[in-house]
């Protein structure tokens, strides 16, 4: 469901002008944080992997299930392994979090959960956010919501999202890549 209401986003990221690297979590498969493994083996290829995506972009956008009212285990563990590296591959990245679930809550309360620790880590991560509830019969094929206002209000949160990153790329990225 996560991965449909992604690719939902992934669209209309790209039509606002986005470059966008779609990844899928299970590509960053990584063991259970251990100090004592990361002192042995290091970090693990799939949080190298994610801190590459994060370094190669100026923004990213999660959907993520809650379990349990809160941030899935294996999310949470994707960031511990990550928030090893030094500077923080999350800060000055601008984050959107996105969830869905079949309940009626959508799995807003997860997102409220993964949004402390991206903070805490120098993320900006959106105020705004999108939960999409009763996920399991809310997909119209691939690219649409069966719910019009739902729709349109995924649409200008990914419009004003999109904006908000464009004005505040830092201005040497925004010279790389041809910015206003
Ligand atoms: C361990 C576990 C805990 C869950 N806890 C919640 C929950 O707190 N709230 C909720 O809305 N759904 C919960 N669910 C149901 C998920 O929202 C559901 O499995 C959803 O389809 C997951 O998203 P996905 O389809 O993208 O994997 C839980 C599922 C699992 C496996």
Excluded at 12 to 27: I, S, Y
Excluded at 56 to 71: K, L, M, Q, R
Aim: charged share 20%; proline share 6%.
């Amino acid at each position: 469901l996560n991965r449909k209401l992604l690719g939902i986003a992934a669209e209309l990221c790209r039509g606002a002008g986005a470059d966008v690297n779609l990844v899928e979590f299970r590509e960053l498969m990584m063991p259970l944080y251990d100090g004592d493994l990361e002192a042995s083996a290091g970090i693990p290829d799939g949080a190298r992997l994610l801190r590459e995506h994060l370094l190669a972009a100026d923004a990213f956008v999660f959907a993520s299930p809650e379990y349990n009212s809160s941030i899935p285990g294996t999310v949470k563990n994707a960031i511990d392994w990550v928030s090893r590296y030094r500077p923080f591959p999350f800060k000055n990245k601008h984050g959107l979090l996105l969830s869905a679930s079949p309940g009626l809550v959508g799995g807003n309360r997860g997102l409220w959960a993964l949004r402390v620790p991206l903070e805490l880590l120098g993320a900006h991560v959106y105020p705004d956010m999108f939960s999409l509830s009763r996920a399991a019969e809310a997909f119209e094929g691939e690219l649409t919501l069966k719910d019009a206002s739902l729709q349109a209000r995924l649409d200008g949160l990914i419009r004003d999202f999109m904006a908000h990153v464009q004005r505040n790329v830092p201005a040497d990225i925004a010279a790389a890549q041809n910015l206003p």
